[in-house]
């Protein structure tokens, strides 16, 4: 049984700063690709930022700058930095991860159980 634990989600002052973390547990062979998305109530999740398994890393428009996600392979977890953090940067944070259970296996997705973080202005 994998699982994604999220933690690190709270409350800031705008312009302040946290890091997210995402940390895979279970039985599994390899994880690929990790992501971090957010979803405010009654709007779609919108990805903020990936990570593929040799790090590189793609951003959605509105954090370019100020988050930066990264990953830890050998303790299986993926951070994601926020800095000048903005009110509208609050949301319900989800990890997600691309993971192939054993070899030869095709990978499923896995979605950790959200955070909350909450920027006041």
């Known amino acids: 049984q994998v699982q994604l634990v999220e933690s690190g989600g709270g409350l800031v002052q705008a312009g302040g700063s946290l890091r997210l973390s995402c940390a895979a547990s279970?039985?599994?062979?390899?994880?690929?690709?990790m992501t971090w998305s957010r979803q405010t109530p009654g709007n779609q999740r919108e990805l903020v930022a990936s990570?593929?398994?040799?790090?590189?890393?793609n951003y959605a428009d509105s954090v370019k700058g100020r988050f930066t996600i990264s990953r830890d392979n050998a303790k299986n977890t993926v951070f994601l930095q926020m800095t000048s953090l903005k009110h509208e940067d609050t949301a319900i944070y989800y990890c997600?991860?691309?993971?192939?259970?054993?070899?030869?296996?095709?990978?499923?997705?896995?979605w950790g159980q959200g955070t909350q973080v909450t920027v006041s202005s």
């Open positions: 279970g039985t599994f062979f390899i994880i690929n690709d």
């Open positions: 990570i593929t398994v040799g790090g590189n890393a």
């Open positions: 997600n991860a691309k993971i192939r259970p054993r070899p030869l296996y095709p990978y499923s997705t896995y």
